[in-house]
């Protein structure tokens, strides 16, 4: 059987204690796969440790245990192979807004003249809407929303294998975020990408995704779903709340944020050595449940040095 584009096995993140009491563990047993090609959610109260996953998946930060791999390939490492959108949309604050489109251009096509670098970056300044001037200035010089289209612009415009979003459209009003995100979803249908994107918002979630990840609270938060969206594409945004299953879903994750993430918190679900599947569900089919958590055997987890 053909390997997941992007698996990722056993993860957890511990922090020590900073006064020498018991260490964090912020989430431990995280489990799951992601195809090529697919558009996958996680969903989760703030501090289960979401924005960790996602650097750990770019490379920029490390699990305590457990391994990411893309194409049968270990991440170590950050890559030009993965785009990143910040929850804090962070620039180079010395590089105009255009320079910081360009500065990942020319590092993934080196042999690209500088007309062509140019041209390709303005594409995507233009598509988040951002040229006309605006694109001359330094990230201080621009709002928050303007700071995020440019981090888009820049993650979208190296056309990476893997996109990891994470709260990409937080700052940006409800008109311009319907925009982007119509982009987004035209860019990804015409490729191979693969996108893992943070959100909070249950109804952008289900407009995007093809499966939504739920994570239980922290500390020892774990992905405890992984909810099927076939709702079938291309998705309207005016009309997708006519679909049958649409608040069947929408209710599953509305109860799972409001009683479920915190129902099954902690770290009593755990059992060594097992690899805990989410449990995967169509909340829009009869019965829901796809498959019953299957826990695998994987390596017996190493305790932390202290
Ligand atoms: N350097 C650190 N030392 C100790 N704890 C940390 C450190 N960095 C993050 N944490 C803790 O790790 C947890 C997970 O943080 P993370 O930013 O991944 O959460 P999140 O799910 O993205 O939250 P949000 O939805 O608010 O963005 C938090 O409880 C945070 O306090
Ligand atoms: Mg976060």
């Not at 950050?78 to 500065?103: C, E, H």
Request: charged share 25%.
């Amino acid at each position: 059987m053909e390997k997941p584009f992007l698996e990722i096995d056993g993860l957890s993140k511990v922090y020590p204690s900073p006064e020498g009491g018991d260490p964090l563990v912020v989430f431990e047993n995280v489990n799951f796969d992601i195809n090529k090609g697919e558009f996958v959610c996680i969903i989760g109260h703030s501090g289960c440790g979401k924005s960790t996953i996602m650097n750990v998946l770019a490379g920029l930060d490390t699990a305590t245990h457990g391994a990411v791999t893309m194409d049968n390939t270990e991440v170590a490492g950050p890559s030009l192979d993965r785009g990143v959108v910040f929850q804090n949309y962070s620039l180079l604050p010395w590089l105009s807004a255009l320079k910081n489109v360009t500065f990942g251009v020319a590092a993934r096509y080196p042999d690209w003249s500088r007309k062509q670098v140019l041209d390709h970056s303005y594409k995507y300044l233009e598509m988040v809407g951002l040229s006309g001037g605006a694109e001359h200035r330094k990230p201080s010089q621009l709002s928050g929303g303007m700071r995020q289209r440019v981090s888009i612009a820049r993650a979208f415009a190296i056309q990476p294998k893997l996109l990891l979003l994470d709260e990409p459209f937080g700052a940006l009003d409800a008109l311009t975020r319907g925009t982007i995100q119509d982009e987004l979803i035209r860019i990804w249908s015409g490729s191979d990408q693969t996108v893992f994107m943070i959100t909070h918002d249950v109804d952008e979630a289900i407009l995007l995704a093809d499966r939504i990840l739920l994570m239980t609270n922290g500390p020892y938060a774990r992905v405890a779903e992984s909810v099927v969206i076939d709702i079938p594409r291309p998705r309207e945004r005016a009309t997708i709340i006519h679909n049958d299953g649409y608040y069947k879903i929408r209710n599953h994750l509305v109860d799972f944020l409001a009683r479920r993430s915190k129902d099954m918190a902690g770290k009593e679900d755990i059992v060594p050595g097992q690899r805990i599947e989410p449990l995967e569900v169509n909340p829009a089919k009869d019965g829901g449940v796809i498959s019953e958590e299957t826990p695998k055997k994987t390596p017996q987890l190493v305790p932390v040095a202290s």
